[in-house]
């Protein structure tokens, strides 16, 4: 059985309704959003504006607090305080859902239909009916790669797949505004490209997605634009490069693993003003002449260089300099 988490939340989404949006009303405004689950804020005060056409990241680890900011945009959390608006319509109402399409985090599939017969039922419940839903039927396999599979019962995919079908599932009203929770979680590394050559094409159609990860990888792969998302807040929001040059300049990384005591490693490396990271030893040069200076030192200290590369700082650097803390789980 296909865990069926967000499959009634997905279903009591029902509207025909028009979506014409007076010109130069963005895609989603959210301001001062929290929303709180007993002791626990999930969303501390967030505002964002969502520009027509980009594709917004917004990474940050588990708990962060991103499906609940995702969960509240649709509808299905009411906020503690804030708005939202989508094309101008407040969140939850039939306007905003018929603009919203909404990939769930869990998959929300029914595992007995085939893969057709679940892109029809969510066709229906959007109102398309005839020639129109078959269409969407027809694009939502093509662009998920199910052709072959249309026929078979949704249980019997592989994970990869089904996640496919979730994701299509979600796009089948053509909605303007696009919402994706985290689609890759769980799948192999071939679906996962699958996955991001179906945003690829969403991209270049011009559509305006959010896309929710934990993964840095994919946020700069598949973002125009990422925010950085801590204990419910948005901690920084940018391009990537501009992420990278306001938390690093123009400075680089260099990377080394030594051998030698573990102890006497750390030690040095806190001295000179590094971080160790899995056994390998960071530190940030403002000129890659610094490095043979780094190596003296780690050479008087007994240490042993067996690795050794420059690199520019990554995402992953920025949300450790930011936060203290490593993105990775
Ligand atoms: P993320 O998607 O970034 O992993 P979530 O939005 O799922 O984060 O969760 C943010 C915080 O809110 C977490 O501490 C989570 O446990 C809590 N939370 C989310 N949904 C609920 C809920 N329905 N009831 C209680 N706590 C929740
Ligand atoms: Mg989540």
């Known amino acids: 059985m296909i865990r069926e988490k967000g499959l009634g939340e997905r279903l009591s989404v029902n509207s025909t309704s028009d979506l014409a ?33 980009e594709c917004l990241g917004l990474l940050g680890p588990n708990g962060a607090g991103k499906s609940t900011l995702i969960r509240a945009i649709v509808g299905r959390v009411i906020p503690d305080a804030g708005r939202v608006a989508i094309f101008g319509s407040a969140a939850g109402s039939a306007s905003a859902r018929a603009a919203l399409g909404w990939v769930p985090q869990d998959l929300a599939l029914y595992p007995r239909l085939s893969a057709t017969e679940n892109l029809r039922s969510f066709g229906s419940y959007y109102g398309l009916t005839g020639k129109k839903l078959e269409e969407a039927v027809a694009w939502c396999l093509d662009w998920a790669a199910l052709q072959d ?14 996640r496919r079908l979730n994701m299509a599932a979600g796009l089948i009203h053509q909605p303007r505004l696009v919402l994706m929770d985290e689609p890759t979680v769980g799948v192999d590394p071939q679906s996962r490209n699958r996955i991001f050559e ?104 007994g240490l042993e260089l067996v690795d050794l590369s420059l690199r520019r700082p990554n995402l992953e650097s920025v949300f450790l300099h930011l936060t203290g803390r490593e993105l990775r789980d």
């Open 149 to 162: 599979r249309a026929g078979e019962l949704t249980r019997n995919l592989s994970g990869g797949m089904k």
């Open 21 to 53: 949006a007076p010109r130069g009303v963005l895609p989603l405004e959210i301001d001062s959003l929290v929303k709180h689950f007993g002791p626990v804020i999930a969303v501390d005060g967030i505002s964002l504006e969502l520009r027509s056409g």
């Open 198 to 301: 179906m945003i690829e094409a969403l991209r270049a159609q011009g559509m305006t997605i959010i896309y929710t990860t934990h993964y840095m990888e994919e946020a700069e792969r598949l973002c125009d634009r990422i925010a950085i998302v801590d204990h419910g807040r948005i901690i920084a929001l940018d391009t990537k490069e501009a992420l990278v040059h306001s938390a690093f300049g123009s400075r680089s990384q260099v990377l080394a693993r030594f051998e030698g005591p573990r102890e006497r490693i750390s030690e040095w490396v806190a001295e000179r003003g590094g971080r160790l990271v899995d056994g390998t030893a960071e530190f940030t040069v403002k000129h890659p002449t610094e490095i043979a200076g780094l190596l003296d030192g780690a050479n008087a200290a």
